[in-house]
């Protein structure tokens, strides 16, 4: 079993950075881990995915090239560099981890979750 932790967020303008970090209990070398936002009022969606590996990522259109996720396996610790940031990536971030090798972008498809950290983007 794994148990998640999320740091880093906090209130921030548009245009700017923020840098999430994913602690876990236990080693997640053997876990895909993944990163979501559950906007208010709207449905919880997927930000980016990282393998097993870390060799293969995913990323949600709205983030391209702005949104970065890596894992430090050593650490325990997966992490979410957010640069660019608009309003309308405020949201609650939540960390997911789920024994596999490859990249994982739905809900269910999670077993453990963090308890989230709010990011809150000003214009």
């Known amino acids: 079993q794994v148990q998640l932790v999320e740091s880093g967020g906090g209130l921030v303008q548009a245009g700017g950075s923020l840098r999430l970090s994913c602690a876990a209990s236990g080693r997640i070398s053997s876990y895909a881990m993944g990163w979501f936002r559950h906007p208010p009022g709207k449905e919880r969606e997927v930000v980016a995915a990282?393998?097993?590996?870390?060799?293969?990522?995913y990323y949600a259109d709205s983030v391209k090239g702005r949104f970065t996720i890596s894992r430090d396996n050593a650490k325990n610790t997966v992490y979410l560099q957010m640069n660019s940031l608009k309003p309308e990536g405020t949201a609650v971030y939540y960390c997911?981890?789920?024994?596999?090798?490859?990249?994982?972008?739905?809900?269910?498809?999670?077993?453990?979750w963090g308890q989230g950290t709010q990011v809150t983007v000003s214009s």
């Open positions: 990282i393998s097993w590996s870390g060799t293969s990522t």
């Open positions: 997911a981890a789920r024994r596999g090798s490859y990249y994982y972008t739905q809900n269910e498809e999670y077993d453990y």
